[in-house]
């Protein structure tokens, strides 16, 4: 009885988006920014009730013993309201994917063919913990004249339910329909599978989160799934690397924020530079607080952990990395395509060479060669707005932002033409 | 215990396809046009070994008193292999896609950027009847650098055998891996049931056929699956439509091959013109052989039968269209968001401002004005070959060629850039 009502409500909000998405495909870039411009200035003014929602989540979590981690990821203050207004004043900036020709011919019977881009319709958004995500995805959904719809973590529901309500009343006020921004109703998991079965109803599905929501999406959902982030990334050190250079992006990649998804994960050396490499990266990464878990070569070290293949298969998303020495490029791009979650893999190296044959042969998302892993990022790429960074091949690819929101639809132009 | 073990020979044949997609992946285009060339020629060369095969499967079609119409297109003739054969040297001759820049520029910070194009990886084909699926779908894939696993239907299984054997020994020879095209083996639902299954083996299922396979492969598959085909196909004659272009438009689009998803399955004409259009159109239809299932305006014409909703809903591929008058544009809009399967919807009218709000209106893969809805099509469409046609939104929508069997990376080369 329980499933069927929530199962019911989660249709009943399906469907207004999916009326709210037909208006919204047809709104002008002016009337969408109008609306984002009128969204932030909401979220300022009426920081008050979202900032007393939220210390209801975190008062919340503070009882159910939640890891004080978590419970700073849940908490908002007035800089973090400002930063959510930001950012939808930066989409409100972006230019409007919509409408954009991306590929446009005149046949040779004379009709005109032209591809443009569409928005996708109805995206389903199921995420953990932080409420920003809330306005961020609110944001680029709207600006890329799609509707959404909203499934945060029980943990956030007092503020994803005031964010929410804040960014309806100003969309509304502006004449965009309130329904283009919608929270999913109920409690617990029937909500979040009533939505993976709407097919027809939305079009796709994006889970932001662990590696757990993500294989429960996938396996559950008929609704199309954009797969996002869980990031194993790599850092191979060539025998051609420049070892200074080398050193300072493996301690960035490491160490420069550890619970993000293109935070470096393993260590890659080879052979020929390990005698010199190891003693200056050892060190250096322990005295950043990183634990080694490491090969046999590596736990010659002190306070190396001796690593599992679970070490290499981590993504730790802590102040952990694994480490191997490998005897050739070969075998680290072999290593690279067992342990690799396909999101960031880089090279250290000076040869044009190795560049060259590591970035054909390594299948991720993003390749770097001499880069911080945590370049993959959809901001430091200049897309302005990132809703994730897919780890999968169909559709979208990397950092996700306006672009990766939009479908296309073909427009045929002719003069009676019959075949 | 039978399960298991065609599972397990699934497992296999995608494990296998992995690994010569990876080599398939660096193949230059020489490599890959060598190997189209060699397959054509062989296709040829050893027509005699298919078509013997064919026979078994056709004379098995007959015996199990299988449709004419069915059996046709399970037949094989000399003209069909030398087809196949020029259809293979059709693809050698289209441009790689493989690493082509899809976008690039150099960052603020000097990192350089660039999203390539890269072979989806292993792509699964499941299909009915026609054998010619079999080696247009070899060939498109091994251009775009896919392995690719077939899985045909089993009254075509000699046939596909054969095909397959000729093309894998054409391949090695010139130095491609043979797994590159490989046949899922087994019999019965079990084997395509393990291929929807092997998430993490198979990037992408392309189901080719009717909506009752398009439809079980996106219920069962864990595998991101390209739905295409079904094409409900409507014809709007609008009050401004020029009567004579609108009746040749709406024969051609019903008449001039009626099997296919692209013809016409639905006229809708606007009151105005009714009491014109209809007196030409109707006897037109009927004259050709076309059973017009009608609303009530078109009901009081001779031998024209009463429409229910089913018959508005209809994909026929058969010499039936249903038709209604519609009061307006925005009705006859409303009307097509209703029933369309969004493949290709067409609108007849000299009015600018009909045909804009029209293809803006209808969600529709391809959105046709004053053209026969025949024309969507990947040849038609210059795309130079077609592994069908999406009728859903993401990654690839309306006719997909070689370029929608392709995915992106991220190339980013710095130098020692750390954030």
């Known amino acids: 009885m329980t499933q069927l009502t929530s199962s019911d409500g989660v249709l009943e909000v399906a469907r207004r988006a999916r009326t709210a998405a037909t208006e919204l495909a047809l709104a002008t870039r002016a009337a969408k920014d109008g609306a984002l411009i009128a969204m932030a200035r909401a979220l300022r003014e009426q920081s008050a009730e979202i900032l007393e929602a939220n210390t209801i989540d975190v008062e919340a979590a503070r009882a159910a013993q939640i890891p004080a981690g978590v419970v700073d990821r849940l908490r908002l203050d007035e800089d973090r309201v400002v930063a959510m207004a930001d950012g939808l004043l930066e989409v409100a900036a972006l230019a409007d994917p919509v409408g954009e020709v991306v590929r446009g011919s005149t046949l040779a019977n004379g009709l005109e063919l032209r591809q ?34 909203l499934r945060g973590s029980s943990s956030a529901r007092h503020s994803n339910t005031a964010i929410v309500s804040v960014l309806r009343r100003a969309a509304v006020a502006t004449g965009i329909s309130e329904d283009a921004v919608q929270l999913v109703p109920g409690d617990g998991y029937e909500p979040a599978k009533a939505l993976m079965r709407a097919r027809g109803l939305v079009d796709v599905l994006i889970p932001r989160g662990g ?33 200074d250079q080398a050193l300072a992006v493996v301690l960035n990649s490491k160490t420069q924020r550890t619970s993000v998804c293109n935070a ?16 200056m990266v050892v060190p250096a990464l322990q005295a950043a607080g990183v634990t080694i878990h490491g090969d046999e070569v590596f ?76 370049f993959t990022d959809g901001a430091e790429f200049g897309f302005g707005a990132e809703i994730g960074i897919s780890t999968q091949k169909l559709h979208a690819r990397g950092p996700m932002g306006l672009l990766e929101m939009t479908s296309t639809k073909y427009l045929v132009t002719g003069d009676g033409h019959v075949r």
Do not use: M, W
Request: proline share 4%.
């Open 264 to 279: 470096g994960e393993s260590l890659l050396v080879h052979e020929q530079v390990a005698g010199t490499f190891l003693p």
């Open 211 to 243: 590696a757990g929501l993500i294989r429960s999406v996938v396996e559950e959902s008929t609704v199309p799934v954009i797969e996002t982030g869980v990031g194993n990334c790599h850092l191979y050190v060539d025998a051609d690397a420049d070892l």
């Open 116 to 149: 443009i881009r569409v928005p996708l319709g109805v995206v389903g958004i199921i995420y953990e913990a932080r409420p920003n995500v809330t306005a961020d995805a609110a944001g680029i959904c709207l600006k890329s004249g799609n509707a959404v719809l």
């Open 299 to 374: 736990a010659k070290y002190d306070a190396v952990v001796p690593a599992t293949a679970e070490d290499y298969a981590a993504e730790y998303l802590s102040l952990d990395i694994s480490a191997a020495v490998v005897p050739s490029l070969d075998s680290a791009i072999a290593h690279i395509r067992t342990y690799s979650s396909s999101h960031t893999d880089a090279i250290l190296t000076r040869s044009q060479e190795a560049a060259r044959r590591f970035t054909a042969a390594v299948d991720s998302a993003a390749v770097l060669v001499n880069a911080s892993t945590r």
